[in-house]
Structures are given as C-alpha cells and as structure tokens.
C-alpha cells in the first residue's frame, strides 16, 4: 500500500464545475503538497500546508491531521485547469517528498 | 528571477553511454532534490543534495547513477551505461533552507530517451 493515495485518478468535469480531488496519507507527516504537472511539462507547486486551510484564486486546498486527510477544490473549472494534479508530504522530518500517483483532469466545454 | 533552470529539456541517448542531466536551482537556494518519473507512474526520491554535500541518496540506484552539487555551478544528475529502464523524466527541485516553510521550487524536467 502506498503511503499517499489520491482519488479518483481519472477525473473528467464539464467547463464550470466544482472539482474536488481527495489524498489520504498513512504516515506522520510535517507538511503536504499539492503540486500540477501539464503533459509534456514542469511541475508547478499550488500549495503547502501543515493546517486548517489556503485559497488561492480558484484553487483551495485544506488538510484534517487527525483524519489524515487532504482536499484540493477547484471552483468555476476552466479548459485551463486540465493537467494531473500530485499530492506529495514531507513524511515526518523528512526534506525530500513523497508523492502520491496523480489524478488526471480534463475539464471540457 | 529565473526559476529552477534544468537542461536539457531533451536527452535521448544510445544504450551504454552516459547522460550528464544539469539542474541550476533558484537564486539563493542551496538545497537541491532529483526525482525520476517513470512512464505512466508517479514521482520517486533520488537524491538530496547541498552545495558539496549528498544529504540523502536513498533513492539512488545502487549502480550506475551518481549526483553532485558543487560550489560552484549546477548539479549534475550522471547515469553511466544506460539502458531502455533509465528512460523517464527527471525533476529537479531546489529550496533555499531544509524543509523549507517555502515549499519547493521545481524545475522543467528532462526528458530522457534511450533507444
């Protein structure tokens, strides 16, 4: 068993869509990451946290650590935001990230 | 303020020779991190490296890859004698502290083929 999962690993959504993308971790962890891959392209970090919750434009992102448990929302979906969305922690003083397998969305018209 | 600069963005290379992959991090960072991704699966650890110092190597290959940071210039991810199993795209990111309250800055990637 892997020590992040993501859900769902496919995920498609019609142009305007609230859009949540889930992450489960089994191990203690300092921080976790939310990070967006376009195909063919670099990878871009949205989002660290170790608590409660962050915004940003569209994007929101919040973490329970007594569920062990993230959520990435995309509110009012674009084309745009189609690319594979990775969950990554630091797991317990750990620098270096381990990531979970991706889930891959594609907003449509 | 250039971000993490990896080159080149395309490598393809014949089995048995040697990939030199180049990651030059953010200014002011000194902490530098490789990861490989291999087709249709997820990120994985190689190595985490300071300025003249390997930090972590857990996820390093036992042969054939090795990787440096020195004072000065990039660090270099090396792969001698590839083979087909090397080809992946690896990533680079740097921070400017350990465990940084910054997150990670990463690179484009390079691409690596060999045929």
């Known amino acids: 068993k892997n020590e992040v999962e993501q859900s769902p690993q496919n995920l498609t959504a019609q142009e305007g869509e609230f859009i949540t993308i889930n992450c489960s971790y089994s191990v203690g962890i300092s921080a976790l990451h939310w990070l967006q891959q376009h195909p063919g392209g670099g990878i871009v970090s949205l989002f660290m946290?170790?608590?409660g919750k962050k915004k940003h434009g569209r994007l929101i992102a919040t973490i329970n650590i007594q569920e062990k448990h993230s959520s990435l929302h995309i509110t009012a979906s674009h084309p745009r935001d189609s690319a594979v969305y990775i969950c990554a922690v630091n797991t317990g003083t750990a620098s270096k990230l381990t990531f979970g397998t991706g889930t891959r969305l594609q907003v449509t018209l | 303020n250039a971000g993490v600069m990896q080159n080149p963005r395309h490598l393809v290379r014949r089995r048995g020779q040697e990939a030199r992959l180049r990651c030059s991090p953010m200014k002011g960072h000194s902490h530098v991190y490789w990861y490989r991704q291999l087709p249709e699966e997820g990120l994985k650890f190689m190595v985490y490296l300071q300025k003249e110092n390997i930090i972590d190597e857990s996820g390093m290959p036992k042969e054939r890859f090795s990787a440096e940071f020195p004072k000065e210039g990039p660090s270099i991810l090396r792969i001698q004698q590839v083979v087909r199993g090397d080809s992946a795209a690896y990533f680079c990111?740097?921070?400017?502290?350990?465990?940084?309250?910054?997150?990670?800055?990463f690179g484009s990637g390079t691409r690596l083929t060999v045929v």
């Open positions: 946290l170790s608590s």
């Open positions: 990111a740097s921070s400017p502290v350990q465990r940084s309250n910054y997150g990670y800055t």
